[in-house]
Structures are given as C-alpha cells and as structure tokens.
C-alpha cells in the first residue's frame, strides 16, 4: 500500500499557511507525508521597504527570492516533508497589469501545467488533495488557475482517493466576527466581510481540529514578513487569531472510499 500523502496544491509562498496550515502540520506529526506544490514564484508580492508592483524600485526577480526563502522557513515551522515549485510567473491581484502577460501562471494553458503537477501526483501518490474552489477563494487569477490545473491533474491520473476545496464557514465567521466586535476588538477599517463573505455552511463537509498547530501557524505566516502588511489575520488580537486557526474547514467534492457525510479527519476511510 502506498504511503498516506496529503497534497496541497497552492498559488503563492505564504497561502499555504492560512488555509491549509493546520493540516499540514498535524498530519506530518503523525506521520502522513505531506506534499505542498506551489504554482508561482510571487514575484507581485511587495519588495523591500513594501515597494509594491509597478512601483520605482520593486525588483520582481528579487521579490522572488525573497518569498520562496520565506517559503522554505515556513514550510519548516509546518514540517512539510517536501515543497515543490512549478515555478510560474506570479500574475498579481484581478486588474493589475501582470494580468496580461502572457507569461503568468493565469495565462499559461491549463493542460500544460496540468502536466507538471500530473507529474507529481504520479510521483508522490497522494490519497489526498487539497485546493482551492472554482472562484479561487476570493477570485484571485492565481488561485482559480490552481484549482482548474489541480482538477485536472486530479482527473487525468485518477490517484487521488479524495479531493478538497478550502473553505470559509460562512455562519461560523459571521459569528466570530460579530462576537469579537461586540467584545471590542477592532479589525481595522480594511477588513469589513460582506454578508456572503466565506463558504455557505450547508457545503462545507469537513472541518478539522488544529488548534493544538496555532502557534505553528503563527510561526510559519510571520516567516513571511515581507508579505506582512497584507497578511491581516496578523494584526488580529491574539484571541481573534486563536478562533480563526482553531479549525480548518473544507468541501468533500469526491471521494472513492466510504467517508462519513461530516467528517473531522481529511483520511476518514483511508486509515
């Protein structure tokens, strides 16, 4: 029998820690060889000095380097067994310039990066994937070329046993939110959700204890701090950081063994 292997199929150095943190870091404690691929480099992220795209002295090969350093360190504090990089181009937020050359990972066709990850399937075996959802969580280029490209990897080698979208409880946030709120935290004037912010309840299939990972998760998203101005759940008050990383929460969109219908454990049926 194969080795038990969790993929988790990512845009950019530093989404693996929010989503799909917790996760990794537990299941590699037990054992489970974990396999994060990561598309693009980052080159849109910010540079030194928070120098942002398009702007005098941002050095995209430079910003790279830099984010995929972050990558490693993060990756570390996770205990992610490998980290393999695809290596397309970053093409930054919806609207931003990147967005049309040709080069960036949104641009590049579906089939050809499909490949490459078909590749990694092939090699690692994983009876779980993890990505995202058809709108990239939050309509990001990026993130929905990741979904689409894992889809079909997924698809065409038949490997995986079960796959995943990443998910945000809709009602459970809201919740949250409104109680931090009434208790006096302050989120900032950036960060105010719309009512249908996040994931509908109803579809959400799995949710995933990590809150014994949290501090882990700390670790590895401070490990990308030159991305820290826009990683907001860093600017959250510690009791606010501790209710959003306490669990992990996903949607079961196939599976080839028999799992229950609400799960807590990604290898129900495999184990």
């Not at 380097?65 to 992610?80: K, V």
Request: aromatic share 6%.
């Amino acid at each position: 029998m194969d080795q038990l292997t969790l993929m988790a199929v990512h845009a950019h150095p530093d989404d693996e820690v929010l989503s799909t943190g917790g996760i990794l870091a537990r299941y590699a404690d037990e054992g489970i060889r974990t396999v994060l691929v990561t598309c693009t480099n980052g080159e849109q992220g910010d540079g030194v000095g928070g120098v942002k795209p398009g702007q005098e002295g941002h050095d995209a090969a430079a910003v790279a380097q830099q984010r995929l350093a972050e990558l490693r360190e993060s990756a570390g504090h996770l205990g992610i067994t490998h980290v393999e990089l695809l290596g397309y181009q970053d093409s930054g937020m919806d609207g931003w310039d990147a967005n049309h050359d040709a080069s960036s990972f949104a641009n590049v066709p579906v089939e050809e990066a499909a490949a490459k990850l078909s590749a990694l399937i092939e090699r690692y075996r994983p009876q779980v994937v993890v990505t995202y959802d058809e709108n990239g969580g939050y309509g990001h280029p990026d993130h929905i070329q990741a979904h689409r490209v894992a889809l079909a990897a997924a698809k065409s080698t038949g490997i995986p046993a079960k796959f995943y979208y990443t998910a945000i409880p809709r009602a459970r946030m809201r919740e949250m939110f409104e109680q931090m709120k009434a208790a006096g935290v302050d989120f900032g004037e950036d960060f105010d959700p719309d009512a249908d912010f996040g994931t509908p309840d109803e579809l959400i299939t799995s949710v995933v204890d990590v809150s014994a990972m949290i501090e882990r998760k700390l670790k590895a998203l401070r490990a990308h701090a030159s991305q820290g101005d826009s990683i907001f759940v860093l600017q959250m008050p510690d009791e606010a950081q501790k209710m959003v990383f306490s669990h992990e929460a996903f949607i079961r969109v196939s599976s080839t063994v028999e799992a229950p219908d609400h799960e807590d454990d990604l290898f129900a049926g495999l184990r």
